[in-house]
T-cell receptor, first 114, second 114 residues
Framework: GQQLNQSPQSMFIQEGEDVSMNCTSS?????WLWYKQDPGEGPVLLIA?????ELTSNGRLTAQFGITRKDSFLNISASIPSDVGIYFC??????????????FGKGTKLSVIP | DGGITQSPKYLFRKEGQNVTLSCEQN?????MYWYRQDPGQGLRLIYY???????QKGDIAEGYSVSREKKESFPLTVTSAQKNPTAFYLC?????????????FGEGSRLTVL
């Protein structure tokens, strides 16, 4: 099956710093998505990207769908303590009969030092 | 408010026992999913259902069973055949037809086998 390489696996940053994480794949995707999981909770969708080259922002978050359709990055500006959690990338590929296959990265665990 | 409810939040089971995790949604979504999460492993798909009375195996279906008798409900049974059942289980739903991979997750159920 398809695999996503998400990096870094974990990171410790000072409050106020910017954060960058990315996902790469050997396969192309139709959609890239970024989810955040707070400790002990289910993931929540942050940003969805639908077109190659698309750059989308959601508050302090910015994500881009790579031109090759094989990668995506997520940036968080001016980090705050509530940014702590695990960030997952996911790639969606349209298959036959209108269904899609969703593949998740292994996550980036973010810790923010006040 | 609409959402997905998983229960119980925490569950302990002895080896050799079957256990059923509940998942209910009132979002009127057609598709429902079960994922397993292990530390550092990301999310792995167990089963999914796109319509009532129909479901498909995911990547790690062995030792699990599901049913979809109602649109709102998608319970997961972890059977005694599952060799390593201790994990965090996440239920999700999505609108169909869609090719975007936008999932709504429940808060998860943590199963510990003693």
């Amino acid at each position: 099956g398809q695999q996503l390489n998400q990096s870094p696996q974990s990171m410790f940053i000072q409050e106020g710093e910017d954060v960058s994480m990315n996902c790469t794949s050997s396969s192309i995707f139709n959609t890239w998505l970024w989810y955040k999981q707070d400790p002990g909770e289910g993931p929540v969708l942050l940003i969805a990207l639908y077109k190659a080259g698309e750059l989308t922002s959601n508050g302090r978050l910015t994500a881009q769908f790579g031109i090759t359709r094989k990668d995506s990055f997520l940036n968080i500006s001016a980090s705050i303590p509530s940014d702590v959690g695990i960030y997952f990338c996911a790639g969606s590929l349209l298959t036959g009969a209108g269904s899609y296959q969703l593949t998740f990265g292994k996550g980036t665990k973010l810790s923010v030092i006040p | 408010d609409g959402g997905i409810t998983q229960s119980p939040k925490y569950l302990f089971r002895k080896e050799g026992q079957n256990v059923t995790l509940s998942c209910e949604q009132n979002l009127n979504h057609d598709a429902m999913y079960w994922y397993r999460q292990d530390p550092g492993q990301g999310l792995r798909l167990i089963y999914y259902s796109q319509i009532v009375n129909d479901f498909q195996k995911g990547d790690i279906a062995e030792g699990y069973s599901v049913s979809r008798e109602k649109k709102e409900s998608f319970p997961l049974t972890v059977t005694s055949a599952q060799k390593n059942p201790t994990a965090f289980y996440l239920c999700a739903s999505s609108i169909l037809p869609t090719n975007t991979g936008e999932l709504f997750f429940g808060e998860g159920s943590r199963l510990t086998v003693l």
